[in-house]
């Protein structure tokens, strides 16, 4: 059964930094992209980032450009989103996914 | 950057009735990779259709997705109690990025 767990949300104040991470299982990690999506309390999807499975390629949406940085180590079928400068409208809770698997998302509060 | 609108943005039905939701791109869709999800309050979206019309694995068939280029659409053909949900396409062809529609929700009336 693939699973994708996330971890490392939590509360951090505005200018704060924060590491997301997916725990991957049920699949070889290795061959597959991976992506990051967000929801704010109440709202939309948002896509924000994405990685080729080698880790060689990163892609990132306007809004989070020069804060965070997607990696991976495919050795611990791990993804991760490491956020910088953290903003209160960064609030959301943070989905990874590989279509057609998600997370269950792990929420990221960020307030002072 | 592709902007993706949904209409309408409620739709309020009664179990066992026929929901249309439309998803209209501001450009066209690389080869009509246009997916759509079903998001239940509280869960993660589930992928429901992919390449604008392929469905995924263990989605019932009265889902059915269609179109190309700029607009499609996704038939619920009987709503069934666990359909009411918030539904959202997403294009992810070509270069990123790949952006969602603000969602339609789908409603008992």
């Known amino acids: 059964e693939v699973q994708l767990v996330e971890s490392g949300g939590g509360l951090v104040q505005p200018g704060g930094s924060l590491r997301l991470s997916c725990t991957a299982s049920g699949f070889t990690f290795s061959d597959y992209s991976m992506t990051w999506v967000r929801q704010a309390p109440g709202e939309g999807l948002e896509w924000i980032s994405s990685i080729s499975s080698s880790g060689g390629a990163m892609y990132y949406a306007d809004s989070v450009k020069g804060r965070f940085t997607i990696s991976r180590d495919n050795a611990k079928n791990s993804l991760y989103l490491h956020m910088n400068s953290l903003r209160v409208e960064d609030t959301a809770v943070y989905y990874c996914a590989n279509n057609p698997h998600w997370g269950q998302g792990t929420l990221v509060t960020v307030s002072s | ?109």
């Open chain 2, 1 to 109: 950057e592709i902007v993706l609108t949904q209409s309408p943005g409620t739709l309020s039905l009664s179990p066992g009735e026929r929901a249309t939701l439309f998803c209209r791109a501001s450009q066209s869709v690389s080869n009509n990779y246009l997916a759509w999800y079903q998001q239940i309050p509280g869960q993660a979206p589930r992928l429901l259709i992919s390449g604008a019309s392929s469905r995924a694995t263990g989605i019932p068939d009265r889902f059915s997705g269609s179109g190309s280029g700029t607009d499609f659409t996704l038939t619920i053909s009987r709503l069934e109690p666990e359909d009411f949900a918030v539904y959202y396409c997403q294009q992810y062809g070509g270069s990123p990025p790949w952006t969602f529609g603000q969602g339609t929700k789908v409603e008992i009336k």
